[in-house]
Nanobody, 112 residues
Framework: QLQASGGGLVQAGGSLRLSCVAS????????MAWYRQAPGKQREWVAS???????DYADSVKERATVSRDNAKNTIYLQMNSLKPEDTAVYYC????????WGQGTLVTVSS
């Protein structure tokens, strides 16, 4: 199970820290990722972190996002700064290849 939280309504230029707790998987042995799905659009990859801590980011969030993980807590985080209205979406975490059942996600709404 993948339970994301931390979303909300924020003004453009603001920040949010999203969390996602994983259960029922060997979290420390999985490369993990954040994805998002904006209204009317397909789900897209946002950022990922490997089991060794290597990170990658989509161009759309590069320089504004930081992904991290705490294996002791089976949790992955996404710090988003300088939020833009186009960041409005439901954010999900999953394995790097979408290996697991998608959770409910957490809604981020950025107002202009």
């Amino acid at each position: 199970q993948l339970q994301a939280s931390g979303g909300g309504l924020v003004q453009a230029g603001g920040s949010l820290r999203l969390s996602c707790v994983a259960s029922g998987i060997l979290f420390s042995l999985n490369d993990m990722a954040w994805y998002r799905q904006a209204p009317g659009k397909q789900r897209e990859w946002v950022a990922s972190i490997s089991i060794t801590g290597h990170t990658d980011y989509a161009d759309s969030v590069k320089e504004r996002a930081t992904v991290s993980r705490d294996n002791a807590k089976n949790t992955i985080y996404l710090q988003m700064n300088s939020l833009k209205p186009e960041d409005t979406a439901v954010y999900y975490c999953n394995g790097l290849y979408g290996d697991y059942s998608w959770g409910q996600g957490t809604l981020v709404t950025v107002s202009s």
